[in-house]
């Protein structure tokens, strides 16, 4: 059974309820004494560690020599006034950084003026016949692409022609004019 699984799952269910309610309670009981026990180990291995860390600071204090925690919480009197100014410095370049980033801002913002409040204008999509540029093919798979579409545009093109004028004369091969046998004369 995985730990990452549910309780229950994998359980028959043709199992009376009780013993399933036994076989949930002894996974949650295995589940928390793994749980318990590495609780356990992580605990004593922090122990071990302090101990290891607090041998290791006597045994340089034991050689006269300065343990790392001693050297960081030194305070030296010619020190501190040089400290004290290299932070004063650093805050400072801070803050003249900050300063200069936003007076850039404000110049940009005068520069570019925000857009008129309102709602956005309403979007328009134009959709058209894809059109086919001449430099897109440059190697000779692009070219025979390229050759192929604009053949097929054609025969689509005369297609639709052809279609047309059929349309056309299917539509006018009964008009015979304004009235039969009249015939317009131009005036003089």
């Not at 318990?36 to 041998?55: G, I, P, Q, S, V």
């Not at 204008?121 to 390229?146: D, N």
Request: proline content about 7%.
């Amino acid at each position: 059974m995985s730990e990452t699984a549910p309780p229950g799952w994998g359980i028959a269910g043709q199992l009376p309820p009780r013993i399933q309610r036994r076989m949930i309670a002894a996974e949650h009981e295995d589940r928390q004494a793994n749980r318990d026990a590495e609780t356990e180990a992580a605990r004593r291995h922090e122990e071990a560690y302090n101990r290891h860390l607090a041998a290791w600071m006597a045994s340089t204090e034991a050689r006269d020599e300065y343990s790392p925690m001693t050297l960081a919480t030194i305070a030296l009197p010619a020190d501190d006034q040089e400290r004290a100014e290299r932070t004063q410095a650093a805050i400072q370049h801070v803050l003249d950084t900050q300063r200069a980033q936003y007076q850039r801002e404000q110049e940009w913002a005068e520069q570019h003026p925000a857009p008129p409040a309102g709602p956005p204008e309403p979007l328009h999509a134009f959709v058209a016949e894809p059109v086919l540029l001449e430099p897109v093919a440059r190697s000779g798979i692009g070219r025979a692409m390229t050759t192929r579409a604009r053949r097929l545009t054609a025969v689509i093109d005369a297609r639709k022609a052809l279609k047309k004028a059929e349309l056309d004369a299917e539509t006018s091969k009964h008009d015979l004019g304004l009235v039969d046998g009249v015939t317009l004369r131009r005036e003089r």
